[in-house]
């Protein structure tokens, strides 16, 4: 008997906005529509699957450079700025 088929494994980025509300700690988040393939209807963080336009140094950039991000997120400076943009989109 087998199990289902190895999903591959991608580059993903998500999100956590949080704040203290007046009734304590707040987190933003998102329900997924009905018709999604995967986890209709779930309640989630923002954020999704690294595009190859993630990595597009044509984007506009503000903030520290993908180089300055490379390390604390383990990958290197394309990555970075994909994962970056990702999270940002």
């Keep these: 008997?087998?199990?289902?088929?190895?999903v591959q494994i991608r580059d993903a980025a998500t999100v956590?906005?949080?704040?203290?509300?007046?009734?304590?700690?707040?987190a933003y988040?998102?329900?997924?529509?009905q018709g999604m393939a995967f986890a209709?209807?779930?309640t989630v963080f923002p954020g999704g699957a690294v595009?190859?336009?993630?990595?597009?140094?044509?984007?506009?950039?503000?903030g520290p450079p993908p180089a300055e991000?490379?390390?604390p997120l383990s990958a290197d400076e394309r990555l970075a700025r994909a994962l970056v943009c990702a999270a940002v989109r």
Excluded: I, K
């Excluded at 008997?1 to 190895?6: I, L, R």
């Excluded at 956590?16 to 707040?26: F, K, M, N, Q």
């Excluded at 595009?51 to 503000?62: F, I, K, N, Q, S």
């Design 1 to 6: 008997m087998s199990g289902p088929a190895p």
């Design 16 to 26: 956590v906005l949080l704040r203290d509300g007046d009734r304590g700690l707040e």
């Design 29 to 33: 988040l998102l329900r997924r529509v």
């Design 40 to 42: 209709a209807g779930m």
């Design 51 to 62: 595009d190859p336009r993630d990595a597009d140094t044509e984007v506009g950039w503000a």
């Design 69 to 71: 991000w490379a390390g």
